[in-house]
C-alpha cells in the first residue's frame, strides 16, 4: 500500500502561482511513477502531468505546457507541481496518482494508476 497526501491548494488570482505537494508513505517511493491529475466541478478526472521515477523524464497536458513543472524529490518521498500563470480554468481538486514503474511511459489514464490521494483544492479567481 502507498498512502498519499496532497497540500498547498488554495485561492489564487488569476496570473498567480501555486506550488502542490503530495507526500508519500508506505512503500519505497523511488519504484513508484508519479501523477497529478485534476476534476473541475460537473467533468471527468484528467491528466495534468507525470514523472518518472528517477524525475528525468516528464511529460504533460497540453493545456498546461509551459505553466506548470512536475518534480519529485525521492529522498523526501514527495512530488510537486508548481503551477505558475494559473487561468480560472485550472480551478479543479488536484490529486496526486502513484503506479508501479519498470519502463516509463507516459500513463493518461486514471484506471493506470493504483494509489491516490484525497486532493486538494485550487481555484483561480479572474
Known amino acids: 500500500q502507498v498512502q498519499l497526501v496532497e497540500s498547498g491548494g488554495g485561492l489564487v488570482q488569476a496570473g498567480g502561482s501555486l506550488r502542490l505537494s503530495c507526500a508519500a508513505s508506505?512503500?519505497?517511493?523511488?519504484?513508484?511513477?508519479m501523477g497529478w491529475f485534476r476534476q473541475a466541478p460537473g467533468k471527468e478526472r484528467t491528466f495534468v502531468a507525470d514523472?518518472?521515477?528517477?524525475?528525468?523524464?516528464?511529460y504533460y497536458a497540453d493545456s498546461v505546457k509551459g505553466r506548470f513543472t512536475i518534480s519529485r524529490d525521492n529522498a523526501k518521498n514527495t512530488v510537486f507541481l508548481q503551477m505558475s500563470g494559473l487561468e480560472p480554468d485550472d480551478t479543479a481538486v488536484y490529486y496526486c496518482?502513484?503506479?508501479?514503474?519498470?519502463?516509463?511511459?507516459?500513463?493518461?489514464?486514471?484506471?493506470?494508476?493504483?494509489?491516490w490521494g484525497q486532493g486538494t483544492q485550487v481555484t483561480v479567481s479572474s
Open positions: 508506505g512503500r519505497t517511493f523511488s519504484n513508484y511513477a
Open positions: 514523472i518518472s521515477r528517477s524525475g528525468k523524464t516528464t
Open positions: 496518482a502513484a503506479r508501479p514503474e519498470i519502463f516509463f511511459n507516459t500513463a493518461r489514464s486514471d484506471s493506470q494508476y493504483d494509489y
